[in-house]
C-alpha cells in the first residue's frame, strides 16, 4: 500500500472521529437543554404550587379588579411599586414575566408552556391590564413585556385549543359517565 493511500484512510478515519464526536455533542446539548427546560417547568410548578403564589392569584381573581375601579387606589399601587399588600401582584406577574422570557428566548417550549399554563396566564393578565397601563405609563412600557407576550400566545392557543387542550385529533376520549361505580 502506497503513502498516500494510508494518509487517505488516516484522514477518513480521523474524519469519522471529528465527525462521530460532534454528532455525540450535539446530541449531548440536545439532552442539557431538555433538562433545562424541565427544570424551568419545574421551578414555574413549584412557585405555583407554594402558599404565596396561590394567595396573591386569588388576591387577583377576587379583588383586584374593584379596587383598580377606583383611580386613587390605582395610583397608590402604582405609587407603592406593588409593596406591602400588592407584593403579591408582583409574585405572579413577575413569574410570568419569567415564562414569557423563557418561552421568547426559547429556553422552554411554546406549545408545552401554553398548553400548561396558557388559562391562568389569560386570565390573570386580563385581571392586571389597567394596572399594567399605568404601571408603564410610570416606568415605561418595557413593564411586564414577556408577560404581554405570554399572554398573546396564550390568547391565540386558547381561540385554536378553545377547551385549552390540544388533545390529539383521532384519539379516543375515555368515558367519563357511572366514573363512580368502576
Known amino acids: 500500500m502506497s503513502p498516500e493511500w494510508v494518509t487517505a484512510i488516516a484522514t477518513a478515519g480521523t474524519f469519522i472521529v471529528i465527525a462521530a464526536s460532534a454528532i455525540a455533542a450535539l446530541m449531548q446539548l440536545r439532552h442539557m437543554r431538555t433538562g433545562n427546560q424541565i427544570s424551568a417547568y419545574n421551578e414555574c410548578r413549584e412557585t405555583m404550587e407554594g402558599a404565596e403564589f396561590r394567595e396573591a392569584l386569588a388576591f387577583i381573581r377576587n379583588e383586584i379588579q374593584e379596587r383598580l375601579a377606583d383611580p386613587e387606589t390605582v395610583a397608590a399601587i402604582v405609587n407603592s411599586a406593588l409593596r406591602n399588600e400588592y407584593s403579591g401582584i408582583r409574585l405572579v406577574a413577575n413569574l410570568f414575566e419569567s415564562m414569557g422570557l423563557f418561552v421568547r428566548t ?17 386570565s390573570t ?19 411586564w413585556k414577556n408577560f404581554e407576550y405570554m399572554a398573546a400566545l396564550s390568547e391565540d392557543f386558547l381561540a385554536r385549543y378553545p377547551d385549552g387542550s390540544a388533545y390529539p385529533s383521532g384519539m379516543h376520549r375515555m368515558p367519563l359517565e357511572n366514573a363512580a361505580t368502576s
Do not use: P
Not at 108 to 122: K, P, Q, R, Y
Not at 128 to 141: F, V
Open 125 to 143: 393578565w386580563n385581571s392586571l391590564r389597567l394596572l399594567t397601563a399605568e404601571l408603564r405609563k410610570r416606568y415605561g412600557g418595557g413593564v
Open 106 to 122: 426559547g429556553m422552554m417550549d411554546e406549545h408545552i408552556a401554553c398548553e400548561l399554563w396558557s388559562g391562568i396566564v389569560l
